[in-house]
């Protein structure tokens, strides 16, 4: 049964870079009919979607975010991973990854989530 | 960009009642709507995709229904383990957007 895992640093400094990574495992990457994706929550808040990626590089972001986002897949770690630049406080959240079922569809499985905290 | 209003926000129930949550979309999104729960300290779980195909493995007593911009979804008899919050999401034109969700508290 697939299952994902979020790897991610725990706490960020304002104006920096926040980098997670999502390991696949018990399915291939590569291959497959599906898009990955990113989904944060901040604490005691509604879900966002940031984006999603294909193996081959085809990207959608999140228009609000798009400026500071970028989305990578490496099918030899089965991994993708998420960069958010210039973060604030505001970034502060639990982040998923997910599978897209399909192009950009309904999300299945999720990961357990990794809390990110933003502060000095 | 599609927005999504999900009503209400939060819902007060009882074991056995039956109860129903809307999603609206901004513009027509044919079906392309799922529905999703979620408990405290855990990820959201997948109950219905396509505005009404219930995802296995969850009870019949889910169920969606709806098309274009108006959507509903229903559980029949409420269980003790349905009180959580409750979300749409719509996965049209290559972007997502989630409702705000509804939080469904026992009476």
């Known amino acids: 049964q697939m299952q994902l895992q979020e790897s991610a640093p725990g706490l960020v400094r304002p104006s920096e870079t926040l980098s997670l990574t999502c390991t696949v495992s018990g399915a291939s990457i590569s291959h497959s009919t599906f898009y990955w994706g990113w989904i944060r929550q901040p604490p005691g808040k509604g879900l966002e979607w940031i984006g999603t990626v294909y193996e081959d590089g085809d990207t959608r972001y999140n228009p609000s975010l798009k400026s500071r986002v970028s989305m990578s897949v490496d099918t030899s770690k089965n991994q993708f991973s998420l960069s958010l630049r210039s973060v604030t406080t505001t970034d502060t959240a639990t982040y998923y990854c997910?599978?897209?079922?399909?192009?950009?569809?309904?999300?299945?499985?999720w990961g357990h989530g990794a809390l990110v905290t933003v502060s000095s | 960009d599609i927005q999504v209003t999900q009503s209400p926000s939060t819902l007060s129930a009882s074991v056995g009642d039956r109860v129903t949550i809307t999603c609206r979309a901004s513009q027509n999104i044919n079906v392309w709507l799922a529905w999703y729960q979620q408990k405290p300290g855990k990820p959201p779980k997948l109950l219905i995709y396509?505005?009404?195909t219930l995802q296995p493995g969850i009870p019949p007593r889910f169920s969606g229904s709806g098309s274009g911009t108006e959507f509903t979804f229903t559980i029949s008899s409420l269980q003790p383990d349905d009180f959580a919050t409750y979300y749409c999401q719509q996965y049209d034109t290559y972007s997502v957007t989630f409702g705000q969700g509804t939080k469904l508290e026992i009476k």
């Open positions: 997910v599978r897209h079922f399909g192009s950009i569809d309904w999300c299945d499985p």
């Open positions: 396509q505005a009404s």
